[in-house]
């Protein structure tokens, strides 16, 4: 395992900020006290620390599979219509991210990046409906062989910062690093209304893991 890049200017600043918090509450109080908070200091440091873990896994490949791009917990399964991009119906994955889950986000297919756009937004609940459109988010499309799928990265109540390293024109390869969301979230991903869904509602997923769909 280890610490993606992301997480080391958050990990070094909650280092120094509950190290001189310790200091103080040891100088000043008692040393229960300050016993106490180095306790608080060290969970929620190790906490922050595992947020930003990238653990070392076999990844699945396939060229007709979607593989999950996040880890989390499948929350929506649905046919909806798709305003940005596709202006058309498609069938909806969502999944959510909570906290403890690795937050690191990989292409779900391998292809070439039709569209990569940020949207600055609310910062409702990831599971609420109108997340997907009104929150903060990142949209990518991808497209193999003719056939396009989109990824969005929402942002939720924690979540304020979303990261994402594609550009449209950019050639990728499945599970490959698409980005990352901070402090937990969602992501959604859009596919052709006749795509076979290989996973169920509440199940949970393993980003480069768990096939999604064959479409």
Do not use: C
Request: cysteine-free; hydrophobic content about 45%.
């Amino acid at each position: 395992m280890k610490i993606h890049r992301e997480g080391f200017a958050s990990i070094a600043l909650a280092f120094l900020v509950l190290a001189l918090l310790t200091g103080a509450v040891f100088y000043w109080s008692s040393s229960l006290a300050g016993y106490w908070v180095l306790a608080v200091g060290v969970v929620i440091f190790l906490f922050i620390v595992s947020f930003f873990r990238v653990p070392k896994r076999d990844h699945t490949f396939g060229t007709t599979q979607v593989i999950a791009p996040a880890d989390g917990k499948v929350v929506v399964i649905e046919e909806t219509y798709e305003l940005e991009y596709f202006k058309d119906k498609r069938l909806q994955v969502s999944i959510f991210m909570s906290p403890a889950n690795v937050h690191v986000n990989r292409n779900p297919i391998s292809g070439e990046v039709k569209l990569s756009q940020y949207h600055a937004g609310k910062y409702l609940v990831a599971w609420h409906p109108k997340s997907s459109t009104e929150n903060e988010r990142h949209t990518v499309v991808i497209e193999q062989n003719g056939r396009a799928i989109l990824v969005r990265q929402i942002a939720g109540a924690l979540a304020r910062r979303i990261v994402n390293y594609l550009k449209a024109g950019d050639t990728v390869t499945q599970n490959e690093e698409m980005g990352f969301i901070k402090f937990g979230s969602r992501v959604d991903i859009y596919l052709p209304v006749d795509t076979k869904i290989e996973v169920t509602l509440n199940q949970l997923v393993r980003g480069g893991q768990t096939v999604i769909a064959n479409i």
